[in-house]
């Protein structure tokens, strides 16, 4: 089987700056500041970013993720984090809030967060793509 | 037509990690080189269909 059907299923991407759980109601999330985009006084500027995924998989087991934050315009990648998603058995869904850390964007324009996995054998599926926007607005 | 099982809902669970920074100069230029290889095997399928 290709890695592709092998690994995880990324069901939902929202770039946000923090998640809460209800305290009422168990899996029921509050999301805050979520974008699109950032609008940024300078060049090149610094900021963390972080993710909110909905996973699924059909089987257990810890796949390894990877998230690469890619300059469209020079296809170049500008941050480069990977991360564990831990499922402990199968047809689960898995909410993960994972933090990519301080991102360098040394230009205005768009950019593509990628999520792929590794299977077991070793190869590598892009599973979910979204973009991200950095917008100058000079004082 | 494939048919679906029917999985029973279980309340997802919400998990916080740190992702880590990939640091090793050999294992970017790796991961930009199979990049490369999926843009051009998608450009290709594009230009077949």
């Known amino acids: 089987m290709s890695a592709a059907a092998l690994t995880p299923r990324v069901r939902t991407i929202v770039i946000c700056d923090d998640v809460s759980a209800s305290l009422t109601e168990e899996g029921v999330f509050t999301l805050e500041g979520v974008r699109y985009h950032l609008t940024v006084s300078s060049l090149p500027w610094r900021r963390g970013l972080d993710l909110f995924l909905l996973l699924s998989s059909a089987r257990q087991g810890e796949y390894s993720g990877r998230v690469l934050v890619i300059s469209e315009r020079t296809d170049k990648a500008v941050r480069y984090v990977k991360f564990l998603a831990p499922f402990d058995e199968d047809n689960q869904l898995l909410v993960m809030y994972v933090e990519l850390g301080e991102c360098v964007f040394p230009h205005a324009g768009q950019y593509s967060i990628e999520i792929s996995f590794s299977s077991g054998t070793g190869s590598d599926a892009l599973k979910g793509e979204h973009p991200f926007f950095i917008v100058l607005h000079e004082e | ?49």
């Open chain 2, 1 to 49: 037509v494939s048919k679906k099982t029917d999985v029973p809902f279980k309340i997802p669970r919400l998990v916080r990690v740190v992702a880590e920074e990939i640091t090793d100069p050999a294992e970017r230029a790796a991961i930009d080189r199979l990049r490369r290889r999926r843009k051009r095997k998608l450009a290709q399928q594009r230009k077949k269909s």
